[in-house]
């Protein structure tokens, strides 16, 4: 069964500098309908303002991936790392026993647009960990690329969750299936353009869960930018 969640039925935060969608329940958005999907908790699409982001704060126990968009996110944490997230960045944070960290956009005139994903992780109070790696357009056009696992496959992130995160670009022809082994489910968030999800169209915004789905099946693609997660049940 597919079931689709319009982009406009997600929570909406303006904070001015901060435009955020919750498509799970989020700080000041609560929906008991929307607590998470397996091992998922958090996925918020955030547009940041040039010269402003959020300041210095704190996590505990939770996987954190943050996917960029569009400009940049500047990084900077208890564990010692500065580090700059282009377009094309995907960064894993384990926040483990605790970690601080604060992330700005300091660009002029441009504002970043990013997904903050979290995870539960499968065990608690590990040691705080980083990661980030590029995942280039070439790499993710008309097929899935693996993004995130929790063996680290393919040279994607390794995160501490019963989770596997897959990112794909499609247009036109290009399609491309996902195999969803029986007790898993999926869950599909589309990004950007526009595509279709085992025959069902999706929109910017745009997410579909998969339960009970032995296969998953992208295609007619425009300019389609698609997160897609095989989660335990």
Not at 43 to 58: L, Q, W
Not at 142 to 165: E, F, W
Not at 201 to 226: I, Y
Request: hydrophobic share 40%; glycine share 12%.
């Amino acid at each position: 069964m597919l079931t689709v969640r319009k982009s406009q039925d997600r929570g909406h935060a303006d904070h001015g500098w901060l435009q955020s969608y919750h498509s799970f329940s989020f700080a000041g958005y609560y929906d008991p309908r929307y607590m998470g999907y397996g091992s998922l908790r958090v996925v918020n699409e955030d547009r940041i303002a040039p010269g402003t982001g959020f300041g210095t704060h704190g996590h505990r126990d939770m996987e954190i991936l943050s996917y960029v968009l569009c400009g940049e996110l500047a990084h900077k944490d208890s564990l010692g790392n500065v580090r700059g997230i282009p377009q094309g960045d995907v960064q894993r944070m384990s926040a483990g026993t605790g970690v601080t960290h604060s992330e700005f956009n300091h660009a002029p005139g441009r504002s970043t647009h990013f997904l903050q994903i979290w995870l539960e992780p499968d065990a608690r109070g590990i040691a705080p960990e980083y990661e980030q790696k590029t995942f280039a357009d070439a790499d993710k056009r008309g097929v899935l690329r693996l993004l995130a696992s929790p063996d680290g496959a393919c040279g994607s992130l390794t995160v501490h969750a019963n989770a596997r995160l897959y990112a794909g670009l499609f247009d036109g022809s290009e399609a491309a299936t996902l195999a969803l082994p029986p007790g898993r489910k999926g869950y599909v968030q589309l990004v950007r353009g526009a595509l279709q999800v085992n025959g069902l169209a999706l929109a910017a915004g745009d997410a579909a869960f998969a339960e009970h789905e032995p296969l998953l099946a992208f295609g007619q693609g425009t300019q389609a930018e698609v997160l897609v997660f095989d989660l335990a049940a």
